[in-house]
């Protein structure tokens, strides 16, 4: 199949002669193509330019294309969310109610909430259940544009349930039209009948989990929660080169309640990311620009805990590449609109407009190390991309808390037109 969108008022293309994530300045170089236009064959771009070009290029092509009208509209990169807890049981908002009448996170999490809680619920969920509720998630993920999905496990902190996260999750990347990209999380928090015990269920995540992840091929990549009163830095450095060896890429949940070295730790083990970082050191944020560990910021969850914010714009003053992501999940950022976490970007980290785009294509790509395949429109990748209704990129922001994803094309398939899910 052929498709050639025409007459946009905008195509922002995200291209760059920048290998690797953007980094400073480069956050704010969008590449935007006036009247732009997209070819697409199969799954794959051809070219992006004016009309004329391509008219000129691939005549046959163009002539033999389905044809996109985007007049009035703007035309850019495939979103990509690139930190969910997307496959879970039950839903937390009691929890939310105790957090408006005063309770803390952690105080929520002692009492038998928080990750426990949503462990009780993944682990009585059938299959099939988890299978059709986070289907229902990932149908509206895609109606706000969003074409890429990362899903950790980590609700079940027993095998068979993590088994069950990461299966659902492979069967959705095989039967949806979102991509689906795993993470395992087996160390998202010590089970109550470890308590006291917390080393015993470190070295069952290493000696017991891992292995049979990798061997099953159920994730690419090792997350854990490194967090007083969860896992310790001695215990998370341990979890993941655990997983390194192993051939699962590192990932961790760093300096998100209290300043805890996740940051430093992150750059030390050579993690592809560090996620959260509300409380992250000027010392941490250092090493992760030198390491080149992107940040995966997650201003949803700070806005939902009426917490700090992390500090966007000085990380990305300071060198560090940033991402953002929704952290989908049932206890501490229950949404599935990117676009209105991109505006609270926007409003409380510092990001600019082109940033927080930047933030959610290219470098939410790399996060997720597919910044060869997805995150900008180029010739040769992936056919992932999304038509927007409004006139210029900056009212998307402007019109804030709005989805205004009005088609959706994915490896080159139209799946979303007039907000409607095909």
């Known amino acids: 199949m052929t498709i050639l969108i025409k007459n946009a008022n905008e195509v922002i293309t995200l291209k760059s002669e920048v290998q690797g994530p953007r980094i400073k300045e480069q956050m704010r170089a969008i590449a935007v193509i006036e009247d732009g236009s997209v070819l697409l064959q199969e799954n794959r771009i051809v070219a992006v330019g004016s009309y004329e070009q391509l008219a000129i290029d691939f005549p046959h092509l163009v002539e033999e294309a389905d044809v996109i009208d985007a007049t009035g509209k703007i035309v850019m990169p495939g979103l990509v969310d690139c930190h969910t807890h997307l496959v879970h049981g039950g839903t937390r908002e009691q929890e939310f109610n ?9 105080e929520i999490m002692n009492a038998g909430g928080g990750i426990h809680a949503t462990t009780k619920r993944t682990r009585e969920t059938s299959f099939e259940a988890l299978y059709e509720k986070t289907k229902q998630h990932l149908d509206v993920f895609l109606k706000h544009g969003v074409t890429t999905v990362e899903a950790k496990s980590g ?54 989990m891992l292995p049979k992840v990798a061997q099953l091929k159920l994730a690419e990549f090792n997350d854990v929660f490194c967090e007083k009163g969860v896992f310790t830095p001695a215990q998370s450095r341990r979890i993941l080169e655990a997983g390194k060896a192993l051939g699962l890429t590192p990932k961790i949940h760093a300096d998100e309640i209290e300043p805890y070295n996740g940051a430093e730790l992150a750059a030390e083990v050579g993690a592809i990311s560090a996620e959260h970082l509300l409380v992250a050191s000027d010392e941490g944020i250092q090493s992760m620009a030198e390491a080149g560990t992107i940040a995966v910021l997650l201003p949803g969850t700070a806005f939902f805990l009426r917490a700090p914010f992390a500090r966007g714009r000085l990380m990305i003053d300071e060198g560090v590449p940033v991402a953002i992501s929704t952290d989908f999940n049932p206890g501490s950022s229950p949404t599935v609109s990117l676009p209105f976490i991109m505006n609270l970007a ?77």
């Open 346 to 422: 926007c409003m409380h980290m510092g990001l600019t407009l082109e940033e927080v785009l930047t933030a959610t294509t290219i470098n939410a790509a790399y996060a997720l190390n597919r910044g060869h395949e997805i995150g900008s429109l180029e010739a040769g990748k992936q056919g992932d991309v999304i038509i927007l209704d409004v006139a210029n990129y900056k009212q998307l922001q402007y019109f804030y808390g709005m989805n205004h994803t009005h088609t959706v094309i994915k490896k080159g398939q139209v799946v979303v037109r007039d907000g409607i899910l095909l």
């Open 98 to 106: 105790m957090r408006l009448n005063g309770s803390t996170y952690m």
């Open 155 to 208: 609700y079940g902190l027993d095998w068979e349930t993590e088994k069950k996260q990461l299966e659902v999750a492979k069967k959705l990347q095989d039967t949806h039209a979102v991509d689906v990209i795993s993470t395992f999380m087996g160390a998202h928090a010590v089970p109550r009948d470890f308590k006291g015990r917390e080393d015993e269920f470190v070295d069952v995540v290493m000696h017991d």
